[in-house]
């Protein structure tokens, strides 16, 4: 008989550490145009796809600041956000070394206007979108919903 080869090794297999989720802040920036509501997105800045603006908590920022601030810097968002999230998704971001699952809370934006000097004025492209084509836009099928389903008109100021 054979013995077991698993008992013959001297170590031991452990499982794989699982990443740690990493928290991020979004911002859906809106405008209404003739009683409806119309959705900004940007493009990702390596896969060039549409997003909406997010990015990591800057300490000393709530996180509602933190995805207004986001939305500056990425599409030169100036508004009025509201300080409760409207809902998260969930994504791999992919790193140079190693995917990253993310959670993403995201806080509605009243777009008041688009300034046309802004950090990464360079290098992403933003656009307007009706809820339903924004949503066909995105990848994420979390984040695709909740622009189809996003009502303005439950926002507070």
Request: proline share 9%.
């Amino acid at each position: 008989m054979r013995p077991d080869l698993a008992s013959q090794t001297a170590f031991a297999l452990r499982p794989a550490p699982r990443p740690e989720v990493q928290v991020q802040y979004a911002a859906l920036c809106y405008r209404l145009r003739r009683g409806k509501p119309q959705l900004l997105l940007v493009t990702s800045l390596r896969a060039r796809r549409w997003i909406v603006p997010k990015g990591w908590p800057e300490p000393g920022m709530s996180p509602a600041d933190c995805a207004a601030r986001e939305a500056w810097e990425e599409a030169g968002v100036c508004g009025t956000v509201g300080h409760e999230p409207i809902g998260a998704f969930s994504y791999t971001k992919q790193g140079i070394r190693r995917r990253l699952p993310c959670l993403a809370l995201v806080f509605a934006l009243q777009v008041d206007r688009l300034d046309d000097d802004y950090p990464e004025v360079r290098r992403r492209k933003r656009r307007w979108f009706r809820r339903k084509t924004a949503a066909a836009a995105v990848r994420s099928p979390d984040l695709a919903q909740m622009l189809r389903d996003f009502d303005p008109r439950g926002q507070r100021r």
